[in-house]
Antibody
Framework: QLQLQESGPGLVKPSETLSLTCSVSGGSFSSSSYYWGWIRQPPGKGLEWIGSIYYSGSTYYNPSLKSRVTISVDTSKNQFSLKLSSVTAADTAVYYC????????????WGKGTTVTVSS | SYVLTQPPSVSVAPGRTARITCGGNNVGSKSVHWYQQRPGQAPVVVIYYDSDRPSGIPERFSGSNSGNTATLTISRVEAGDEADYYCQVWDSSSDGWVFGGGTKLTVL
C-alpha cells in the first residue's frame, strides 16, 4: 500500500527557506503517471494547495505563492521536495504531501503531515 | 482565481441529516471532491467525482453537484461524523487545485 512521509526541519527562521521532502514507499513512483502535491494548513485554518509536480517534471503552483515556491522530484530516491523561500510567520502550518492520478481526481493518498513553525 | 465557498459551521442532532454546501461559479461543470478531516489527522476522501463513494465510506455519505452549488449530505448523523469537511475542485483556467474554506460539522 502506498505511503507518503514528510520530513524536514520543524523550525525555520523568518526570511529563510523552508525545505521539506516527501518520501514515497510501497509503490512505483517513477513509472506511474501521477501528480504529487504539497498542501498546507495553518493553525485553526483550512487547507491550501501549494503546488504540484507531474511525474514527468511539469510543475503547477498556487498563484499566491508562485514567486516563492519550487517543487522538484528525485525519482532515484522515490522522493519529491518543496522549497518555500522568504518565509514569514504566516507560513507556519502543517504541511502535507499527497498524490492524485489526474488533475480532476481527488487527492487520494496523504502523508500524516509535518508541522513547520516560522520563528526567530 | 476560482473560489469555493462553504459555511463555516453546520450543527445537527444525532440521527438527523446534515447538508454541507460548496458554492462556486458554475461548479456543476467541475468534478467536486469532499474530504473529512478529524483533529490531528490528514484529510480523507469521503465523496469523489461529485457523488462516488470510496470503499469503506458508509452509504450515509452522498453528494450532488449542479449549477453553482455542490452538496455533501450525511444521513443518520452519528457522533463519529463530527469533523471538518472540505470541498475541492481542479480549476483549469488557472491550472490549479482549489479547496473550499471548510465546514465544521457539530453533532449536538
Amino acid at each position: 500500500q502506498l505511503q507518503l512521509q514528510e520530513s524536514g526541519p520543524g523550525l525555520v527562521k523568518p526570511s529563510e527557506t523552508l525545505s521539506l521532502t516527501c518520501s514515497v514507499s510501497g509503490g512505483s513512483f517513477s513509472s506511474s503517471s501521477y501528480y504529487w502535491g504539497w498542501i498546507r494548513q495553518p493553525p485553526g485554518k483550512g487547507l491550501e494547495w501549494i503546488g504540484s509536480i507531474y511525474y514527468s517534471g511539469s510543475t503547477y503552483y498556487n498563484p499566491s505563492l508562485k514567486s516563492r515556491v519550487t517543487i522538484s522530484v528525485d525519482t532515484s530516491k522515490n522522493q519529491f521536495s518543496l522549497k518555500l523561500s522568504s518565509v514569514t510567520a504566516a507560513d507556519t502550518a502543517v504541511y502535507y504531501c499527497a498524490r492524485t492520478a489526474y488533475t480532476s481526481s481527488p487527492w487520494d493518498v496523504w502523508g500524516k503531515g509535518t508541522t513547520v513553525t516560522v520563528s526567530s | 482565481s476560482y473560489v469555493l465557498t462553504q459555511p463555516p459551521s453546520v450543527s445537527v442532532a444525532p440521527g438527523r441529516t446534515a447538508r454541507i454546501t460548496c458554492g462556486g461559479n458554475n461548479v456543476g461543470s467541475k468534478s467536486v471532491h469532499w474530504y473529512q478531516q478529524r483533529p490531528g489527522q490528514a484529510p480523507v476522501v469521503v465523496i469523489y467525482y461529485d457523488s462516488d463513494r470510496p470503499s469503506g465510506i458508509p452509504e450515509r455519505f452522498s453528494g450532488s453537484n449542479s449549477g453553482n452549488t455542490a452538496t455533501l449530505t450525511i444521513s443518520r448523523v452519528e457522533a463519529g461524523d463530527e469533523a471538518d469537511y472540505y470541498c475541492q475542485v481542479w480549476d483549469s483556467s488557472s491550472d490549479g487545485w482549489v479547496f473550499g474554506g471548510g465546514t465544521k460539522l457539530t453533532v449536538l
